[in-house]
Each structure stands twice: as structure tokens, then as C-alpha cells.
């Protein structure tokens, strides 16, 4: 089954231990992004690769990394995080295909809570 | 840049009843838009999407939106609520540029009453 998987779904933890969500694709998909969602503001695009070892900032990068090792992995890492990062995280991929029209499959999604 | 307004945080309707979901967009060049669904606990699936071939776009599970350059609208409908469309829908646009990044609105919370 075609899917986009994210670990853990839950996490909750305190300012300042850092901690890794990961985010796996099986459809061998070159564009992948990392999304927060909080209320009333959607969901804003984080950090975003076109392929391995290509990635680049989103709309709302700070306090956030990545790394694009491999084509199907592509996981989010909070140094130090804090409380503002309280959010529930997506991880999304695509096809690069050419088209700004390829679909953009979401993970389940991680609810992060930072004490 | 571009943007995109939900009208309606919350819409409640009866099972039978239309169900219209506002959304306008702002974009200086031609946008592609899409409408997303999330159930609870779940990710986003996507519904539809506009690809600039057709302006009234049939998507999954009875959803269809119409594109409507003239007022910069994408609104979402369905001729009859069912109770499994209880979710929230939120309606994303992306413009031609390598980031790809899906600029969405705040979402609306469909609610369906028996």
C-alpha cells in the first residue's frame, strides 16, 4: 500500500531535549515537506527537499532540521526544543513529475507537546 | 504572494442538506487549488484539485468545486450531507515555483446533524 508513515504519533517531552520525528515514503517519491498545524492558522510548510540531499526552508524553518539521506526517509529534528513547538507535525511527498499539480500525500501526523 | 480565506470556521448542516464550504484565493499568477479532507486523528486525504483544464472539477466521495477566476473563488459542494463527511476540509493553493509549498487556509469543521 502506497503510504506516507511517521514516528512516533505522539510524543511528549521537555524544553530542551532534542528529539527526531521520522517520516518514510514506499511510493519512491522525490519531493518531500515537513508541515505544523495549529489552530486557525492551517498548516505552514517547515522545511521541503526536492530530492536527496536537496532541502531547503519553508515559511516557518526556525528551531527545525533536516536531512535527506536517502530518497524514502526524510526526518525533522528538534535540537532544543520549546514550548511553541506544541504542534501536530505532517510529513508530505510527491512525485517531481514537472507538474505543479502532483498530488502531495500526507503521513498521519505527529502531536507534539513540548513542557 | 498567495493566499487563501476560508469563510467559516464552523458549518453545520442536516443529513440531505447541501453542503457549501467557502474558499478565496489571492494569487498574482494563475493558481492550482486544491481542497483536502481530515478526519479525525488522520492525515489529510485530498478531494480535488484544480489543474486549469476544467473549471467545475468532480472529486471524491460526491465533492465537486468550481473555479470561478472572476471572483477567486474555489468553493467546495455537495448535494447532500452524509454523516461520514463530518471532518474538517481545508482548501490549499500552490503556485508554479520549485518550493511546491501548499499555502492553506485555516480550515472549516464540517458538522453533519441527523
Known amino acids: 500500500e502506497a503510504q506516507v508513515t511517521q514516528n512516533p504519533r505522539y510524543l511528549i517531552t521537555v524544553t530542551g531535549k532534542k528529539l527526531t520525528v521520522t517520516c518514510s515514503q514506499n511510493?519512491?517519491?522525490?519531493?518531500m515537506s515537513w508541515y505544523r498545524q495549529d489552530p486557525g492558522l492551517g498548516l505552514r510548510q517547515i522545511y521541503y527537499?526536492?530530492?536527496?540531499?536537496?532541502?531547503d526552508k519553508g515559511d516557518v524553518p526556525e528551531g527545525y532540521k533536516v536531512s535527506r539521506k536517502e530518497k524514502r526517509n526524510f526526518p525533522l529534528i528538534l535540537e532544543s526544543p520549546s514550548p511553541n513547538q506544541t504542534s501536530l507535525y505532517f510529513c508530505?511527498?510527491?512525485?517531481?513529475?514537472?507538474?505543479?499539480?502532483?498530488?502531495?500525500?500526507f503521513g498521519p501526523g505527529t502531536r507534539l507537546t513540548v513542557l | 504572494a498567495q493566499s487563501v480565506t476560508q469563510l467559516g470556521s464552523h458549518v453545520s448542516v442536516s443529513e440531505g442538506a447541501l453542503v457549501l464550504l467557502r474558499c478565496n484565493y489571492s494569487?498574482?499568477?494563475?493558481?492550482?487549488l486544491f481542497w483536502y479532507v481530515q478526519y479525525p486523528n488522520q492525515g489529510l486525504q485530498l478531494l480535488l484539485k484544480?489543474?486549469?483544464?476544467?473549471?467545475l472539477v468532480k472529486g471524491i466521495n460526491g465533492f465537486e468545486a468550481e473555479f470561478k477566476k472572476s471572483e477567486t473563488s474555489f468553493h467546495l459542494t455537495k448535494p447532500s450531507a452524509h454523516m461520514s463527511d463530518a471532518a474538517e476540509y481545508f482548501c490549499?493553493?500552490?503556485?508554479?515555483?520549485?518550493?511546491?509549498?501548499?499555502?492553506f487556509g485555516s480550515g472549516t469543521r464540517l458538522q453533519v446533524q441527523p
Open positions: 494569487s498574482s499568477v494563475p493558481p492550482y
Open positions: 527537499s526536492m530530492n536527496v540531499e536537496v532541502t
Open positions: 484544480y489543474t486549469s483544464a476544467a473549471t
Open positions: 490549499a493553493v500552490r503556485v508554479d515555483t520549485g518550493r511546491r509549498a501548499l499555502t
Open positions: 511510493m519512491n517519491h522525490e519531493y
Open positions: 508530505a511527498s510527491s512525485s517531481s513529475g514537472g507538474t505543479s499539480t502532483d498530488t502531495q500525500y
